[in-house]
C-alpha cells in the first residue's frame, strides 16, 4: 500500500511539473488546480501548495510570491 502511495504522489508532481512546464508565465496554485482539473485529477489546491513547497525545496520549481511559481 505505501508503495501506491508513493507512486500516486509521484504522478501528482510529474503532473504539477507539467502544468507548469507548458505555461507561457507563473502560476498559483487555483490556476495549476483548473488546469489539473480539466485533465482529470481532483486535488485540492492545498495539496497542490504542498507538492510545490516540496518541488521547491528540491530545486525544481521557483516561488516568486504571489505571481505564483515558475519551473
Known amino acids: 500500500m505505501a508503495r501506491e502511495t508513493r507512486e500516486?504522489?509521484?504522478r501528482?508532481?510529474?503532473e504539477i511539473l507539467q502544468v507548469l512546464r507548458k505555461a507561457?508565465?507563473?502560476?498559483?496554485?487555483s490556476e495549476i488546480a483548473q488546469q489539473l482539473h480539466s485533465a482529470g485529477?481532483?486535488?485540492?489546491?492545498?495539496?497542490i501548495r504542498l507538492y510545490l513547497r516540496e518541488l521547491d525545496?528540491?530545486?525544481l520549481t521557483?516561488?516568486?510570491g504571489h505571481r505564483g511559481r515558475q519551473i
Open 24 to 29: 507561457s508565465q507563473p502560476m498559483t496554485s
Open 41 to 47: 485529477y481532483r486535488l485540492s489546491e492545498r495539496s
Open 62 to 64: 521557483e516561488s516568486l
Open 57 to 59: 525545496a528540491e530545486g
Open 8 to 10: 500516486k504522489c509521484e
Open 12 to 14: 501528482h508532481r510529474l
